[in-house]
């Protein structure tokens, strides 16, 4: 018997340690997930992630129901339980699919030194990413540190085509000679589904998406239908739902990685233009920018603390304050910033150009630490990604690997011309701004006057906040 321990990957399809599980152990598996105990504030995940977390988690369970099997759950330190189950169970090994953060590295490290002083087998693979991290490198085995090089990399490699075949445990209706896997499964306490609750937190004012693998099956079947076509002419403006809204499936692991690859080669194949085959090789190219940055954390985990670049590591940054705490509500007086700041409180998601913008805000307009703005979005984002998180802040900032030149420093008010030009995005998120012509959104009212009642004047005056930030960066990096 096999203990398969989820983790990131709530599916069954495509999922390499769970199939390797039940093809070795004869369909003999124990699905296990362990449960965090903490409770209230958390620095790295918040309301609609743990959501996220909570429907995935029912939804495999009843996957699992349905094929005869039975998800058992239990909350604590994940090796203190895996090493209960393993003695209650009986099992000789424990299958799990490895993470590439520093923090799923390390309870690695704990859970294979435990399963050693039990005598248990252990085998980890491979799942987050469609190539694994140190599979892409230079010609002289370095990793790289610029995307357009790794990505002409890493599309001359093979990705694994996704493992299609339906897992078949042993149902709780078969039996076997000695200990079967239907009393193991049926006698063994598992906790509860989990809910909001449990920690602490409550999302019930959110506008949240159905999660786990059949929704996200769901979502990726209507992209591939026709909007994939459309992406790279329509991915940049957020009033047009023109994105995937896969994000949170590959953060939870309900889609394999190795599956939407699959599905943008038959896209590109099956296009009959140019114009056409542009959009699933963007969508693509944005699944390359995800394993960059994974892989960027896998090399350099240091990027958690520090700025990438050692150069802006002597950035003198503004703490949190009264900024921080205008930007984070979504009242600094910038339409586009705030409403990707009310459409991420609202929905726990923000648009990906809107991302760039309120980042760039944040660090350039604001002078505020990026670290700021990362924790807040992992605390807000459904589908917040570590790896990804990081590097689209760091390159926002100017700080990261291939980031933005550090004198890019975007205009929110010209951003909102070229991208919202109906101003359609900022007048749904930002009520009070509803009556107000789409051309006003986009060009800076007079010093300290308002754009509607009700509507807070612009918390910055972005010209002279620009020259500031631009001296800022001169100074640490000449």
């Known amino acids: 018997m096999i203990l398969h321990w989820f983790r990131r990957d709530l599916r069954i399809e495509d999922n390499p340690a769970l199939a390797a599980a039940c093809r070795e152990s004869g369909g003999r598996v124990v699905p296990v997930f362990i449960l965090s105990d903490w409770r209230g504030a958390h620095p790295w995940t918040g309301p609609a992630r743990q959501s996220a977390l909570c429907g995935s988690l029912r ?35 424990l299958y799990f699919n490895r993470s590439l953060d520093p923090a799923g590295r390390a309870l690695e490290t704990r859970v294979e030194a435990m399963a050693r002083q039990l005598g248990v087998r252990v085998r980890s693979f491979h799942d987050v990413t469609a190539l694994a991290p140190d599979a892409v490198l230079t010609q002289t085995g370095q990793p790289f540190r610029v995307f357009t090089p790794f990505s002409r990399a890493w599309v001359k490699l093979p990705v ?149 670049q050692p150069r802006f590591r002597g950035m003198q940054w503004q703490q949190s304050g009264a900024k921080f705490q205008r930007w984070g509500e979504g009242t600094t007086g910038f339409p ?61 900032a100017g700080t990261g690997a291939d980031a933005a030149p550090y004198f890019r420093i975007q205009n929110p008010w010209t951003q909102s011309a070229r991208f919202d030009p109906e101003g359609d995005y900022i007048q749904r998120w930002v009520p009070e701004l509803r009556e107000v012509p789409a051309r006003a959104l986009a060009r800076p009212p007079a010093a300290g006057k308002s754009l509607a009642p009700g509507y807070p004047p612009a918390l910055i005056n972005h ?10 960066y001169r100074r640490v990096s000449s």
């Open 336 to 396: 586009i910033v705030d409403a990707g700041m009310r459409q991420l409180a609202a929905t726990g998601w923000m648009h990906n150009r809107v991302r760039m913008i309120v980042a760039m805000f944040l660090t350039k307009d604001l002078h505020l630490d990026w670290r700021l703005g990362e924790a807040f979005f992992m605390q807000h984002l459904a589908d917040g990604e570590i790896a990804s998180n990081n590097g689209g802040w760091q390159w926002s």
């Open 463 to 472: 010209a002279q906040e620009r020259e500031i930030a631009l001296a800022l």
């Open 160 to 308: 694994p085509a996704p493992d299609l075949r339906p897992f078949q445990p042993v149902p709780f209706a078969a039996k076997n000679r000695a200990r079967s896997a239907r009393s193991t499964l049926v006698q063994l306490p598992s906790l509860p589904l989990p809910t909001l609750a449990d920690w602490g937190l409550d999302a019930s004012s959110m506008r949240l998406p159905d999660f786990g693998e059949p929704a996200a099956r769901r979502r990726m079947e209507a992209f591939f239908s026709g909007p994939v076509f459309r992406y790279a002419a329509e991915r940049d403006l957020p009033a047009v739902d023109a994105t995937s809204r896969l994000s949170v499936d590959l953060r939870w692991g309900t889609l394999s990685p190795r599956l939407l690859v699959q599905r943008c080669h038959a896209a590109i194949a099956s296009a009959k233009s140019t114009a056409l085959r542009d959009g699933p090789r963007k969508f693509l190219s944005e699944l390359i920018w995800r394993e960059f940055y994974m892989a960027i954390l896998w090399h350099w985990p240091e990027v958690l603390e520090h700025e990438f």
């Open 59 to 93: 939804a495999l369970s009843e996957e699992l129901e349905k094929i005869g099997s039975r998800l058992i759950l239990r909350r604590g330190d994940a090796v203190e339980e895996l090493e209960r189950l393993l003695a209650e169970t009986r099992a000789e090994a």
